[in-house]
């Protein structure tokens, strides 16, 4: 997404908020296939949605990491750009921790015998 397609205020801030619910979506997701994966019992089971929540975060950071970067560098200055901002260094806070805590998670599955 460049700045020509973001023509004004409305439109900079639509492209926002829907970037913002596509994070909230796959975080979301993240935490179900997390929370599932805890009441399977088969270890292969346990790993793939274990996995799949962990990817599932990565895009949710990938999404969150580019809306930073992008609002970062527009040269307008929206008043809502640095409050929303701050939305979005929390998000990646705390989608570091829940993928450090998956990571762990993964490596007590494989280690476990």
Do not use: P, Q, W
Request: with cysteine; glycine share 2%; charged share 15%.
């Amino acid at each position: 997404m460049n700045e020509k397609n973001l023509s004004n205020e409305n439109d900079e801030l639509m492209f926002y908020h829907t970037t913002l619910r596509n994070v909230i979506s796959l975080t979301t997701l993240g935490f179900i296939c997390l929370t599932f994966s805890e009441s399977i019992n088969k270890k292969i089971n346990n790993l793939i949605l274990k996995i799949l929540s962990f990817i599932f975060l990565l895009i949710a950071f990938y999404f969150n990491y580019n809306l930073i970067e992008l609002f970062s560098t527009l040269n307008k200055n929206y008043k809502f750009v640095g409050n929303y901002l701050n939305i979005n260094y929390s998000f990646i806070l705390i989608l570091v921790v829940i993928e450090l805590f998956i990571i762990y998670k993964i490596l007590m599955l494989l280690l476990k015998k």
